[in-house]
T-cell receptor, first 111, second 114 residues
């Protein structure tokens, strides 16, 4: 079945780059997504990438997609303490009716 | 001010009682979703609805029920049959269509059953 895997924790220092990795199983997903969740809140969409792209850049965020290896990564440049949150990778299910989320990576940024 | 509202933010119930969580959206979205979030488990899909008067079970529907009588509302009932109901519940909505499948999330309801 469809599955999305992420490492659970990442700790970086303020000003460094953060790289959060994700692997997924469904190669038919048209879009792949990164969501952010701050403590006690809902999720908000950070960015997405179309499956025929290798890279997408949006200000401090860079998404890399390796479709052959089914590997997705999110790079946050110049990480700030306000970036501390849980980051979820997601893909569409095969029917295209719902999203499948990974377990989330908790990013901790120290000053 | 468009968005999704969930109420209440915190809910406490005794074991054996049914409880209904509210989710309302004014984004004119066709699709709505309920997720459950437990520490270290990520989000797991409970139920979803692509259109009014229709809904489908997600991965963990047992012990839950929903209705979709109005486009803007998708309440979730946690029944006494749900063996471990204490969790953070998130509601989401999205427009139908073939574009980027962005889901908009509500702020969540933290349910504690004792």
């Amino acid at each position: 079945g469809e599955d999305v895997e992420q490492s659970l924790f990442l700790s970086v220092r303020e000003g460094d780059s953060s790289v959060i990795n994700c692997t997924y199983t469904d190669s038919s997903s048209t879009y792949l997504y990164w969501y952010k969740q701050e403590p006690g809140a809902g999720l908000q969409l950070l960015t997405y990438i179309f499956s025929n792209m290798d890279m997408k850049q949006d200000q401090r965020l860079t998404v890399l997609l390796n479709k052959k290896d089914k590997h997705l990564s999110l790079r946050i440049a110049d990480t700030q303490t306000g970036d501390s949150a849980i980051y979820f990778c997601a893909e569409s299910n095969q029917a295209g009716t719902a999203l499948i989320f990974g377990k989330g990576t908790t990013l901790s940024v120290s000053s | 001010d468009g968005g999704i509202t969930q109420s209440p933010k915190y809910l406490f119930r005794k074991e054996g009682q049914n409880v209904t969580l509210s989710c309302e959206q004014n984004l004119n979205h066709d699709a709505m979703y309920w997720y459950r979030q437990d520490p270290g488990q990520g989000l797991r899909l409970i139920y979803y609805s692509q259109i009014v008067n229709d809904f489908q079970k997600g991965d963990i529907a047992e012990g839950y029920s929903v209705s979709r009588e109005k486009k803007e509302s998708f309440p979730l009932t946690v029944t006494s049959a749900q063996k471990n109901p204490t969790a953070f519940y998130l509601c989401a909505s999205s427009p139908r269509g073939t574009g980027p499948y962005e889901q908009y999330f509500g702020p969540g309801t933290r349910l504690t059953v004792t």
